[in-house]
């Protein structure tokens, strides 16, 4: 997992000063990669903060392509021109290819969709519990926009809006609730939120599906990863118990993959394995000390 920070306000933001703590999450700011991008990159944004972070834009934009049937997002490759059918809107929930569906083809972050605003309770329980929150602003004048909730303190919420040159920012709760973006002259409101309902504490803890082992587990000097089924190009990727990525080995083949301790301290971490820019396998290696 992803550290969570813990900021004491020691300024006054709005008229307020806070004595206790806000909790942060520590995501990275995505840029949409095309105008009408911004459920990619912030499906990009979460994917990346739970360790997901394989797919890139393009590739969330092809599988939306290939699954979604509310449009027709052509047929061109996304990753090979996006502008030919792939720069679209896409809904956070309830249509095939949707926000919701994406982060569970990508990552299995199972997630549900409701029509309405979060609380504050709401928005510290969620942050409390590791968990990320995806908020649609409507416009006054129509459409929508998509940004990442990451953290709160007091009365203040953390967001990560992708669009271009905007990045991490500080909202007030009425803001985030209706208020007038300052890159546009529409008035926005929080009409929809997608929350994460995974055990994120434990994101990395998946049951062993058979796809990827090891023998012996735990080992001391190396060990050897056996896939239930021959590999073409496919990423095996080693994170520990914050999530963070320690060790990756790209263009793997084949069914066997020795693994060398070399600088890696002893602890648990987390295999993961990933084929085609989807998740297929996990399972938990221990190094045992010396």
């Not at 994917?47 to 052509?74: K, M």
């Not at 409390?128 to 303190?153: A, D, M, P, T």
């Amino acid at each position: 997992m992803k550290k969570i920070l813990f900021v004491l306000f020691t300024g006054i933001l709005t008229g307020t000063c806070f004595l206790s703590p806000g909790q942060v999450l520590n995501v990275s700011n995505t840029e949409q990669q095309h105008d009408q991008w911004c459920w990619a990159g912030s499906t990009k944004c979460v994917l990346d903060y739970y360790g997901f972070s394989t797919p890139q834009q393009c590739d969330i934009a092809e599988y939306v392509r290939s699954t979604a049937t509310f449009h027709n997002f052509g047929s061109t490759d996304c990753c090979v021109n996006a502008l030919q059918g792939c720069n679209y809107w896409n809904y956070n929930y309830g249509a095939a290819g949707s926000m919701q569906d994406i982060l569970v083809h990508f990552g299995n972050l199972q997630n549900t969709g409701i029509a309405t605003s979060l609380t504050l309770a709401e928005i510290t329980t969620q942050i409390q519990q590791n968990k990320l929150f995806i908020i649609r602003w409507g416009w006054s004048g129509g459409g929508g926009h998509f940004i990442v909730g990451h953290g709160i303190n007091g009365n203040n919420i953390y967001f990560m809006n992708p669009w271009f040159g905007e990045g991490l920012h500080i909202g007030t709760y009425s803001f985030m609730l209706s208020g007038v973006d300052g890159t546009s002259t529409s008035t926005h409101t929080w009409t929809h939120t997608n929350k994460i309902t995974s055990d994120v504490s434990a994101i990395y803890e998946l049951a062993d599906n058979g796809n990827i082992s090891a023998f012996p587990n735990p080992f001391i000097t190396e060990t050897s990863l056996h896939m239930a089924h021959s590999l073409k190009d496919a990423t095996i990727t080693l994170l520990n118990t914050l999530g963070q990525q320690v060790l990756q080995i790209k263009n793997v083949s084949g069914q066997t993959v020795v693994l060398q301790k070399g600088d890696l301290q002893g602890g648990i971490y987390f295999l993961q394995l990933t084929e085609g820019g989807k998740v297929t396998g996990t399972n938990k290696l221990v190094i045992a000390d010396n």
